[in-house]
């Protein structure tokens, strides 16, 4: 009788000690849920992304590139920049990092382009996208000729006044000179415009 009873406060103790294990075990992957912030935390996470990024400035910037430009908005992990033809059908060609307010893009001559700005935020977790900007931006770029020369006229003893007509979207002017009608020109003024 003492044999069977101790065999059984043996067992029910050995029941009770893997049970003890088990609530320990379980606790301790709770910590470690909790620590690495698994699903369980996505009740108490926040996510605020800016409902809408709009363009501040768009604008050919060279030969065949332009430049837009957005206001920062804090707290977005980045922003896609995205573009849209004829049909209306917005894809991400480019995607840039927090704090980034303006991309350089090369383009087309003479085919029109739509562009928007989307922000979003990114963790460990997932990515919440922005909504776009209710209108997109239009542009076409043109391919930059040379501009026509309006005035030529003296200017002091030994200078001259040139004076020719702008050009949209232009960065800078060169000014080339020839001995000839059609001889090689050279370069002999620089006028490069601050972006």
Not at 6 to 35: G, S, V
Not at 54 to 78: E, M, R, V
Request: with cysteine; proline share 2%; glycine share 8%.
């Amino acid at each position: 009788m003492i044999q069977i009873g101790l065999c059984k406060i043996f067992t029910a103790f050995f029941e009770i000690a893997i049970i003890m294990i088990f609530y320990i075990d379980k606790t301790h992957f709770i910590e470690e849920w909790w620590e690495k912030r698994d699903l369980v935390t996505l009740i108490t996470r926040a996510y605020v992304v800016p409902a809408r990024v709009s363009l501040s400035a768009l604008k050919q910037t060279d030969f065949n590139h332009i430049t837009l430009k957005w206001k920062n908005y804090p707290g977005c992990s980045g922003y896609y920049v995205q573009r849209a033809g004829s049909d209306d059908k917005f894809e991400t060609i480019q995607t840039v990092g927090a704090g980034t307010t303006s991309v350089t893009l090369p383009v087309k001559w003479n085919v029109e382009y739509y562009y928007q700005i989307v922000g979003y935020v990114t963790d460990d977790m997932r990515t919440v996208v922005g909504d776009a900007y209710a209108f997109a931006e239009g542009f076409t770029a043109k391919k930059m000729a040379g501009s026509a020369i309006t005035s030529v006229k003296k200017s002091g003893s030994s200078n001259l006044l040139i004076q020719w007509e702008a050009f949209e979207g232009a960065t800078g002017y060169k000014l080339y000179r020839s001995i000839q009608e059609n001889g090689n020109y050279k370069c002999i003024y620089t006028n490069l415009f601050p972006l």
